[in-house]
Structure formats: C-alpha cells, structure tokens
C-alpha cells in the first residue's frame, strides 16, 4: 500500500512570494491533515478536511494560507505571500476516517525556507 | 481545551542505560495518546497508542509506555538504549470522542552516547 505522497520535498523561496505544496493521501482515506512543524517545536494543525470539506481550519492564518481538497482527494496548500516566519516543515496526514484519528500516517514532508 | 506536556527538552543517556522521557496531558475526556519518533530530515514515525483499557502498551523498537490516568501521565520507556535511538520524539493527544486532529508536545530530544 502507497503511503502519503508530498511534493517538494524541499522548497526555498524569498519573502513575499508564493508557494505551493502537494498532499496525495493513501487511497481511500477520508480524513486529511495539514500541519506546521516549525523547527524546535511539535506540530501543530493547520488544517483538516473530511472528503472535500473543512473540518478544522481554526489555526490556519487565512490572510495568506489557503488549502483545498476539490475533489476530496489530494490536497493543496498554498502561501501567498510569504514570510520569514513561515520557514517550518509542511507535513500531511491522512485516516480513514475522522473517527478513526488515532490512525494517522505522516508523509515525508516539505521543508521550506523562506529567505 | 486538549493539551500535551513534555518534561525536558533534552535527554542524554549512556547506551544501555534506561530511557524514560516524560509526557503529561490535559483532557477533560478520555484522550488517545500517542508516540511518535522524528529523525533528522524525516517524517514521523508511531512509536505507540493507547486507544483502548489496556493501560501498558507496547511499540516498536523495544519502547513501551503506561497510561496513568490519576497521573494524568503517559511517560515513555524503554529499558536499554540504542545509539540508533537517538531522534526527537513527540508525545500527541486526540480527543476520542471528537475525532480531532492530534495535538503535540514541543518535543524531547534523546542523546545516547557510548
């Protein structure tokens, strides 16, 4: 079974432009995660969808984070414009099911850096 | 409100030494709990669960870690250490009922030495 697919994998980028990121859960998963890890600190939830709609979006900056999940399966998430601060690991997850959130599995990530 | 507690951001060990990396949670409902392992420039990796009544539970790589619930704990062990464990590792919190997305700690880095 293929697990969940992130690209870039890495991603550097001056302050104030835009950046995308690209989440391919694992196959008929519904639940999918976005989280922020910023170097030093856990993760935290930026995002969650169940199909293709928002669950949880209450830690997403809105005035420069989007994300969607169209046809409720991969994922987009946007930044646009950028800052220093948004420089942090971008991981993705995905289960089943909301219910079933103690079965989550992590993609490898994207790390960018904002310069 | 969930929230999740890691005493210690550092912890040094000798190898073959008893690994105990510390985890306090706040929940006003039976949590899930969890451990996850980071190493560098990689993904998370679950270490362990705890879903169920079963208050010790075991994970990969020798790791266990005991639910207490009057202590509100879920600590971290494993009884001899490997340099190969030397990573990051996050404990997480889920609320059961709500099927939220997980909560982390801020993390606790392992060093093993030899």
């Known amino acids: 079974e293929a697990g969940v697919a992130q690209s870039p994998r890495y991603k550097i980028i001056e302050k104030r432009q835009s950046v995308a990121f690209w989440c391919n859960p694992i196959?008929?998963?519904?639940?999918l995660y976005w989280y922020q890890q910023i170097l030093g600190q856990g993760p935290k939830l930026l995002i969650q969808?169940?199909?293709?709609?928002?669950?949880?979006d209450s830690q997403l900056p809105k005035d420069r984070f989007s994300a969607e999940r169209l046809k409720g399966v991969d994922s987009t998430l946007k930044i646009q414009p950028a800052k220093l601060e948004d420089s942090a690991v971008y991981l993705c997850?995905?289960?089943?099911?909301?219910?079933?959130?103690?079965?989550?599995?992590f993609g490898p990530g994207t790390r960018l850096t904002v310069t | 409100a969930q929230s999740v507690t890691q005493l210690g951001s550092h912890v040094s060990v000798s190898e073959g030494a008893l690994v105990l990396l510390r985890c306090n949670y706040s929940?006003?409902?039976?949590?899930?709990l969890f451990w996850y392992v980071q190493y560098p420039n990689q993904g998370l990796q679950l270490l362990l669960k705890?879903?169920?009544?079963?208050?010790l539970v075991k994970g990969i790589n020798g790791f266990e870690a005991e639910f207490k619930k009057s202590e509100t704990s879920f600590h971290l062990t494993k009884p001899s250490a490997h340099m190969s464990d030397a990573a990051e590792y996050f404990c997480?919190?889920?609320?059961?009922?709500?099927?939220?997305?997980?909560?982390f700690g801020k993390g606790t880095t392992l060093s093993v030495s030899s």
């Open positions: 705890y879903t169920s009544a079963a208050t």
């Open positions: 929940s006003s409902v039976p949590p899930y």
């Open positions: 997480a919190v889920s609320d059961r009922l709500a099927g939220t997305a997980l909560i």
């Open positions: 969808f169940q199909n293709n709609g928002v669950v949880d």
């Open positions: 997850a995905s289960s089943l099911d909301r219910t079933l959130s103690y079965e989550q599995y």
């Open positions: 196959s008929g998963h519904a639940t």
